[in-house]
């Protein structure tokens, strides 16, 4: 079931996860997916800051994969570290923001979203 717009979409399958983004490809968005676990702290301290900036950049899709659960995912995406936040554009991944660092996070939204609706 999807979220509604401006809020972060948990994916718990490759099949949900696939899907949003290819919707977010075809509709030329920028993608910022939060790898997380739940056993995680500093994920558990920015989950919410990662919601405010879904309410706030509703031009960008918000994506949450938990790393225990969509490990196809998480190793497609080499990720080692939790929490680490990935920035994909047009399928490609333009950056990476690893650990709960909520001014890097919301300078490289800014700085991508600038981009993507230029």
């Known amino acids: ?31 910022i997916i939060d790898f997380t ?5 500093p994920c558990r301290f920015i989950a919410p800051v990662f919601v405010e ?7 960008a899709v918000f994506l949450k994969v938990d790393v225990d659960e969509l490990k196809e995912v998480a190793a497609f995406y080499a990720i080692e570290a939790m929490p680490t936040f990935l920035f994909i554009k047009n399928g490609e991944k333009v950056d990476t923001v ?3 660092r909520k001014e890097e996070l919301q300078a490289n939204i800014t700085k991508h979203l600038g981009a993507a609706s230029a």
């Open 1 to 31: 079931m999807a979220a509604e717009e401006g809020l972060v979409i948990a994916c718990h399958t490759k099949a949900e996860f696939d899907a949003q983004m290819t919707k977010a490809k075809d509709a030329n968005k920028l993608v």
């Open 37 to 41: 676990a739940s056993w995680c702290g």
């Open 53 to 59: 900036y879904a309410k706030k950049f509703p031009g």
């Open 98 to 100: 690893v650990g709960a």
